[in-house]
């Protein structure tokens, strides 16, 4: 089992940057693929990106690539997302999502994940 807690959301304008960060326990965080995943009110949670256990393998939702990049540190048990050139339509709570399994292709479905953070906002004004 492994428990979530995201961090770096925050108010920012429209064209910064903003680095999210995803805090994993346990010691088998390697053996997880990890999302992203964003909700606004009154919408389902929607995909953002994804990234294979080891970190060689990454996907992303149309709306955020070439933008945002996914990416991993197994020895800190921490998951990043960077997200460039905001937008205020990426206004949303962002949740971090965990999976233990191998293989391609990388899950986009929320319902394909097990364990979920509490989220955080991010809040990008025009």
């Known amino acids: 089992q492994v428990q979530l807690v995201e961090s770096g959301g925050g108010l920012v304008q429209a064209g910064v940057s903003l680095r999210l960060s995803c805090a994993a326990s346990g010691r088998t965080f390697s053996s997880y693929v990890m999302g992203w995943f964003r909700q606004t009110p009154g919408k389902e949670r929607e995909f953002v990106a994804a990234i294979s256990y080891s970190g060689g393998l990454t996907d992303y939702a149309a709306s955020v690539k070439g933008r945002f990049t996914i990416s991993r540190d197994n020895a800190k048990n921490t998951m990043y997302l960077q997200m460039n050139s905001l937008k205020p339509e990426d206004t949303a709570i962002y949740y971090c999502?965990?999976?233990?399994?191998?293989?391609?292709?990388?899950?986009?479905?929320?319902?394909?994940?097990?364990?979920w953070g509490q989220g955080t906002q991010v809040t990008v004004s025009s």
């Open positions: 999502a965990a999976v233990r399994m191998v293989g391609w292709p990388l899950p986009i479905a929320e319902t394909s994940y097990h364990y």
